[in-house]
């Protein structure tokens, strides 16, 4: 596939679903929060991934906020989406919820993670422009540009 100059939030838009299993589980049947590291770095790896064209390497985990627990038979959905990108870097939001049978969802995490394209040899290579259509969609962008400055503060300052 030919790369595109820009691309859109929903082109790369992505979801998983899961159900919380015993193997996912600490002994208070809560899904641990490693697990759902895993399947928070999986989602935004598809959504970079569909966004670049391209192979991706997660460079970081910028945010990554519990709010509410997940439990054992819990279906948990994940709904990862482009929200700033660099030369070579994607931020990606990943939103975390649990939902019940009658198909409440209560959101149990945000993660924000960034992820850079990489080429055959494993070297950065330059990643689409996002077009912004909607108003959440700038608001993140601008939400994006800060943590992108916050970033190259505590990497200057080593923290």
Not at 19 to 28: G, R
Not at 100 to 109: A, I
Request: hydrophobic letters at 40%.
């Amino acid at each position: 596939m030919e790369k595109a100059e820009t691309r859109y939030v929903a082109d790369s838009r992505t979801q998983q679903v899961q159900i919380v299993l015993p193997q996912h589980a600490n002994a208070h049947k809560r899904l641990f929060g490693g697990v759902l590291m895993q399947w928070i770095d999986v989602t935004a790896a598809v959504t970079a991934r569909r966004h670049s064209c391209c192979e991706v390497t997660t460079a970081c985990i910028d945010m990554l906020e519990f709010v509410a627990p997940a439990y054992v038979g819990s279906t948990v959905l994940l709904e990862g989406c482009i929200t700033h990108v660099g030369t070579t870097s994607m931020e990606v939001r990943v939103d975390t919820y649990a939902e019940s049978l009658d198909g409440n969802r209560e959101r149990v995490n945000r993660a924000y993670l960034v992820l850079v394209a990489l080429d055959e040899q494993s070297n950065p290579v330059p990643v689409p422009g996002l077009t912004l259509v909607t108003e959440e969609e700038q608001e993140e962008w601008k939400a994006g540009v800060k943590r992108r400055a916050l970033r190259k503060e505590r990497r200057a300052a080593r923290y």
